[in-house]
Structure formats: C-alpha cells, structure tokens
C-alpha cells in the first residue's frame, strides 16, 4: 500500500490547514489520533514546517473539501507517477557548482530562523564547513556585504525533511540539557545569538558570488 511522504509533517500541515478529524488524519498518515492531538496542541512537532500534500501530488483540494464535509469520511492518496525516493548513502553532501554560491545565504537563514541547530548541523545541511558557518555567524565572511538569508529548501541545499529532521534532534538535545541543567540546579542555556543581516543589506538584488573559501571544502 503506497505510503505517506513525511507524515509527520504532512499531519502538520492538515492540522494547520484543515477541518479534519484527528482520525481522519490519522488514518491518512498512519500516526496514533493521539500523536495527531499532540501535535494541534503544539506538544510534538514543535516549530516543524508542515508540508503541504496538494503541492506534490498526494493529495487533491477537492479531496480535503469532501472529508472536511463528512468527518466520517477517509482521505485517498492520490495515485502518483513519482517513482519513490531512494535512501542516500551516509557521507558529505554533495551541492552542485551551480548552487555553492548560495551556501552563505542558506547558512544566515539558518542561524537565524534556528538558532538551535549547532554548527555542525548547519554545515552538513547545506554542505559546507564549520568554518564558513562560523564567518557567517560573527559576520567575518569574505562576501558578507552581499549575503542574505533565504531559505535553503528553497535553494535546493536540502530537503525539508532533512532540515525538519535536524531540528527535531537539536531541540531533543536541547531539551535534555536544559533538564539536566535544572536537576543540577543551574540556569538553562541561552541559545546561540543568530547572525543577523542588516535591513540595508537586506534590500540588495539577489546577487550571490562564487564563495571563495567554498572551493576549500
């Protein structure tokens, strides 16, 4: 039986989006009701970005409108020509020529929407280095006058799953430090500031040089 992409975030975004029934969520992404409930009341999937399942075929507008109108109804997956995406191997993520320009504007967007993620994470998220994720951050980037953050599932740096995925684990980490922290009796970590990018420097055209410390990675 062909299967949900990314149900997680999938349920996200029909909780978000919709009038569905838990159940009626449930019995389309294959999550507990409870799971489902938890994540409309924020205490799973914090912060996760939903995906929506008629932008990739999944599901159709008409099809949500016609369970909506019947709670007793149940979602039916799209048939879909797509073949299913293949698992890639563990390693350093390969980024085409064509996108490691953009690399600095994907690390900005990162640090500043998710301040949670460590270095390390950023970097394998858009194939780079520690290095680099570090110029961005305190702002010493040879090409920072010209860096803006976009977001790198935009840019095709990564999927949203990976970035999905990687914040699920940095607020875990987070979470379980912060407890340990509070039983040892000391005040929890503040996160990381973000890099930020002036509202001047905001406004400049979407111009993204070649990054020279790239062609080291």
């Known amino acids: 039986m062909p299967q949900v992409l990314m149900p997680k975030a999938t349920a996200v975004w029909l909780v978000e989006n919709t009038t569905l029934t838990f159940d009626q969520i449930s019995a ?77 504007d994907a690390i900005a967007w990162l640090l500043k929407v998710h301040p949670e993620l460590q ?14 994720v570090q110029s961005v951050r305190d ?23 990976d970035l999905n995925d990687a914040v699920d684990r940095a607020r875990r980490k987070a979470a379980r430090e912060d407890a340990a922290r509070k039983k040892a009796g000391l005040p929890p970590l503040e996160p990381q500031t973000p890099a930020d990018v002036d509202p001047a420097e905001a406004d400049q055209p979407d111009v993204a040089p070649v990054d020279a410390n790239e062609h080291h990675n």
């Open 28 to 104: 389309f992404t294959g999550l507990h009701p409870l799971e489902i409930q938890a994540i409309a009341d924020g205490e799973v999937a914090g912060g996760m970005t939903g995906l929506d399942p008629t932008t990739n075929g999944q599901l159709t507008k008409e099809e949500i409108k016609r369970c909506e109108a019947d709670p007793a109804g149940r979602l039916k997956l799209s048939a879909r020509d797509v073949p299913e995406p293949v698992a890639r191997s563990k390693g350093p993520r390969y980024t085409p020529v064509a996108k490691r320009q953009d690399r600095p």
């Open 139 to 161: 702002r010493t980037h040879w090409n920072m006058q010209n860096v803006r953050p976009r977001d790198p599932v935009t840019l095709g740096l990564c999927t949203l799953k």
């Open 119 to 132: 270095d390390s994470q950023v970097a394998k998220l858009v194939g780079s280095t520690k290095s680099t």
